[in-house]
């Protein structure tokens, strides 16, 4: 509309020229008036100029206001500039245009800031720099990474220790690469991910950094826990034992990858079988490691006494001078001879076994004196240490088990406890001890429910069929 109306403007004023310039003419050949020619041509001068000024004026005006727009110089109102009536709209629209520029500049800015705080407050380190390595953002979360202040070139992280600005400028889009390095004692591996961008005609190279010494920790335990696991299920009996008129099975569940519970059986030079189950306290790595030393003492002992009592005495000795502190080892030691049907038991401070009579279907305890291993000096832990013979019948069924099942709790943190598995243990009696055992730990992984395993679940069952 301004345009139009500057147009009309104009082309008035070049009509109103020609008319001017015709009337000269005109006069020039019918009259002798000098002095009317002269005031008629002083008139078109006057329009000239008038119409070259307008246009320039209009010109000018609008160039100074669209390179202000051009510098982002918003003081610059279209609507002030006095350059006629016509222009009224125009000074409206250039107003409005002006208002919806601040707008927008306003929420870029905002955006702007709002995108630094976030950049500034995430946890992953973000750099980015030109090719030279000159920085153009380093947020607070890659200064704690690389244990620097502001600095204004990437290899200012060089040093006589790590190259990491240099390693950072190889980078290129799309590549990833581990960083190890060690601030202060503290080792730390950094994975650097690239990618680059353009801003107008400077590119730029966008690196974040991320510390994954945790993760890569967590799965170097996971493999070794593994191998450990590995390790310790080969030293556990790959087989139940085959004893004739007994049947006899085991099993060991970990809590973890690896436990420090232990069950064996080890067949004696005179026909006898020994059963063995413990305990170490603790869980994990360091209980796995005293069960394996455990082991091997048990193995080197009985090859000079067949007798529960004195093995364990001999396996105390040792066992006091190189445990650490906190640990001790609680175990149940019995030796079944098959031929006279008798189970001579010995126990350092481990759960009581349980004894099933089939002639009363009578349920009870098999307890004999004593304390853990590791505890106490030889005489302390040989004066507390008793053995208890057992003489068993056809359809006898003896238990051996550790705390992780009686122990085992339900979301309302109410244990197992003995007594539901002594009832178990009689109303199951008459079938074999796998499966004995089997329908023992489905009935304690039903009772904890949701509950993770707390504790390591071990258990031996015997039966005389014969």
Do not use: W
């Not at 006589?160 to 190890?180: K, N, Y």
């Not at 109410?414 to 539901?420: A, D, H, L, Q, S």
Request: hydrophobic residues 40%; proline residues 3%.
């Amino acid at each position: 509309m301004a345009y139009n109306k500057f147009r009309i403007h104009v082309t008035l004023q070049v009509l109103l020229l020609g008319v001017t310039v015709f009337i000269v003419l005109y006069l020039y050949v019918r009259t002798d008036f000098v002095a009317t020619l002269f005031l008629i041509g002083a008139v078109i001068v006057f329009q000239i100029v008038y119409l070259i000024r307008y246009v320039e004026t209009t010109n000018r005006e609008l160039n100074r206001f669209l390179n202000a727009m051009k510098h982002e110089d918003y003081s610059t109102s279209f609507a002030g500039l006095k350059i006629g009536p016509s222009f009224d709209q125009l000074h409206k629209t250039f107003s409005d245009f002006t208002q919806q520029f601040i707008q927008v500049r306003s929420e870029k800015e905002e955006n702007y800031r709002f995108l630094q705080t976030v950049v500034q407050h995430v946890g992953t380190g973000v750099i980015s720099f030109e090719p030279g390595g000159e920085i153009a953002l380093m947020n607070a979360a890659a200064k704690r990474l690389l244990h620097i202040g502001d600095v204004k070139n990437i290899k200012k992280l060089n040093n006589d220790e790590h190259r990491i600005g240099d390693t950072l400028l190889r980078l290129r889009a799309g590549e990833t690469m581990l960083i190890p390095s060690t601030f202060d004692s503290t080792r730390q591996t950094l994975a650097a991910y690239a990618t680059e961008y353009k801003l107008g005609e400077k590119k730029y190279t966008l690196v974040s950094l991320q510390n994954i010494q945790n993760e890569l920790d967590r799965e170097r335990m996971a493999k070794e826990l593994e191998i450990a696991r590995t390790i310790q299920k080969s030293l556990l009996p790959d087989q139940n034992p085959r004893v004739p008129g007994y049947r006899i099975s085991g099993v060991c569940i970990p809590a973890k990858e690896v436990g420090g519970d232990y069950y064996d059986f080890i067949h004696l030079p005179d026909g006898k079988l020994a059963l063995i189950i413990a305990d170490v306290s603790g869980k994990g790595i360091p209980s796995a490691f005293y069960m394996t030393l455990t082991k091997g003492m048990i193995q080197s002992q009985i090859l000079y006494t067949g007798s529960p009592k004195e093995i364990l005495i001999r396996v105390n000795n040792l066992l006091y001078n190189t445990i650490a502190e906190k640990f001790f080892v609680t175990m149940f030691f019995a030796v079944l001879d098959p031929e006279k049907r008798t189970l001579v038991c010995t126990r350092a401070g481990h759960n009581s076994a349980i004894h099933y009579q089939c002639e009363t279907t009578h349920v009870s305890h098999i307890r004999p004196d004593g304390i853990g291993l590791g505890l106490e000096r030889g005489e302390v832990f040989e004066k507390n240490l008793q053995e208890q013979t057992l003489h068993l019948k056809r359809g006898d069924v003896v238990v051996f088990y550790t705390d992780g099942f009686t122990e085992a709790y339900n979301n309302d943190r109410v244990e197992y406890g003995e007594k539901k598995l002594m009832d178990l243990i009689q109303l199951n009696a008459s079938v074999d001890p796998d499966e004995l055992i089997q329908k023992i730990t489905d009935d304690v992984t039903s009772f904890t429910g949701a509950n993770h395993r707390h504790d390591d679940m071990t258990m031996i069952a015997i039966k005389v069929t014969d």
